[in-house]
């Protein structure tokens, strides 16, 4: 089984417990306007970009048949919509300027790179799968998943759970922990900013949270300014997980001004022209007050 991964993040604390291996695989059911790994919202591999990187030498512009590498005004420009033998472009590249923003592995290849980690995961630690939504590719995820647990490696997935229940009940036979996205408890406002509605994201968190898997679950929200992070959304979530789980874990994680670099490299627009900053101590604070206030009893914040 063969699928596409975009990165590795190894020796991370933040993707579950003790030292771990995020694994992030390409593809998404959602088109969140201010995802933070906008490179991995298709499943279609695409050529990148790194200007810092590049000594201008045009490798790049003479190798390319039909227009997909330009420059500019001394810039180079790509259009990928264009036909090229990208791999070898790519390969061409002198300065390891132009890159494939994923890579094609096995599944007992993405076991084999994650296993290298080992003897960092006995204090708790495993491997963690991410995204894009890493059920997008969910035979490649689960086939990936079964390796790990045929050798005693702890498993979490951070998922945003639009996926259809059955492969969504599956997946989760082999994996320990469980990251569950909310964002949006209105539908309507959910499908205006993800590009879904969230009745089939409700519909697997009602299973999961009722399933014998909902004390190694945690319900995640991002706050993003003016979408997810107003007083009226923070609360309906509240209510709704802990009216399902009144012991649920609940994190509110900061907004992460960061992810805007990455728009320009895949030709997308990021969703604020003057990009907000992190939220205060103070105002974290008040975020998760509300959420105690609506049921919450274990509150998640990293202040």
Not at 138 to 147: D, N, P, Q, T, V
Not at 224 to 252: D, H
Request: net charge negative; charged share 25%; proline share 5%.
């Amino acid at each position: 089984m063969k699928g596409y991964v975009f990165d590795f993040k190894r020796f991370s604390t933040h993707d579950g417990h003790g030292i771990r291996t995020t694994v992030f695989l390409k593809g998404c059911t959602l088109n969140c306007v201010w995802c933070q790994n906008p490179e991995g919202i298709s499943i279609k591999q695409r050529p990148l970009y790194f200007p810092n990187k590049c000594i201008h030498c045009n490798t790049c512009v003479h190798l390319a048949e039909n227009g997909g590498v330009t420059e500019v005004d001394g810039k180079i420009k790509l259009d990928v919509s264009k036909v090229e033998n990208w791999h070898y472009i790519i390969d061409s590249c002198p300065s390891v300027a132009l890159t494939m923003d994923s890579r094609e592995m096995t599944s007992q290849e993405v076991v084999e790179e994650a296993c290298k980690d080992a003897p960092f995961f006995k204090y708790g630690g495993g491997v963690t799968l991410s995204g894009g939504e890493p059920l997008f590719q969910h035979e490649f995820a689960i086939e990936i998943l079964k390796g790990l647990k045929e050798k005693n490696i702890t498993t979490t997935i951070e998922t945003a759970s639009h996926i259809p229940m059955p492969i969504y009940k599956e997946a989760m036979k082999y994996i320990d922990y469980v990251y569950a996205d909310l964002k949006i408890m209105d539908s309507n406002l959910h499908k205006k900013y993800t590009g879904v509605d969230n009745t089939r994201i409700v519909q697997n968190l009602k299973w999961l949270l009722m399933s014998e898997k909902k004390e190694n679950v945690i319900i995640r929200t991002p706050l993003i300014p003016g979408m997810t992070a107003t007083e009226e959304n923070i609360a309906g979530i509240a209510k709704f997980i802990s009216g399902l789980y009144p012991e649920v874990k609940y994190e509110i994680l900061n907004y992460n001004p960061l992810a805007q670099a990455k728009y320009d490299m895949v030709d997308k627009e990021f969703c604020f022209e003057n990009n907000p900053p992190l939220y205060s101590d103070d105002q974290m604070r008040a975020f998760g007050k509300i959420a105690t206030d609506n049921g919450v009893k274990n509150l998640i914040l990293e202040i």
